[in-house]
């Protein structure tokens, strides 16, 4: 079993920034990824971005084409750790964030990207952006 703990998030006004992070623990494994999603209500659950661990050793970071310019994912290996740096927020970005894990192996063709590939969640962390 894997456990995900995300910290950060709250509340922010519009062009303002947020970091959110997620711990992983429990099963330890050599390829993975820690991925971000997020759900607004009344929307589905939407990929944000992720970091993975390839098989062959190396990390890709990866995000969704609407957060490119404004989010940033990064990793720590040695720690299991996930961030998620959002910048430049807008009232549209308001939605719960979560954490989520997939184990590999992975490979730069099989990275995963929807919730259907991501086997463990983090319990979320609500992310609200005033006007």
């Known amino acids: 079993q894997v456990q995900l703990l995300e910290s950060g998030g709250g509340s922010v006004q519009a062009g303002g920034s947020l970091r959110i992070s997620c711990e992983a623990s429990?099963?330890?494994?050599?390829?993975?990824?820690m991925g971000w999603f997020r759900q607004a209500p009344g929307k589905e659950r939407e990929f944000v971005g992720a970091?993975?661990?390839?098989?062959?050793?190396?990390?890709?970071?990866y995000t969704a084409d609407f957060a490119k310019g404004r989010f940033t994912v990064s990793g720590d290996n040695v720690k299991t750790q996930a961030y998620l740096q959002m910048n430049s927020l807008k009232p549209e970005d308001s939605a719960i964030y979560y954490c989520?894990?997939?184990?590999?192996?992975?490979?730069?063709?099989?990275?995963?990207?929807?919730?259907?590939?991501?086997?463990?969640w983090g319990q979320g962390t609500q992310v609200t952006v005033s006007s």
């Open positions: 970091f993975a661990i390839v098989w062959s050793g190396g990390n890709r970071t």
């Open positions: 989520a894990a997939a184990l590999g192996p992975l490979t730069v063709r099989n990275l995963p990207q929807t919730p259907d590939d991501f086997q463990y």
């Open positions: 429990g099963r330890t494994f050599s390829s993975y990824a």
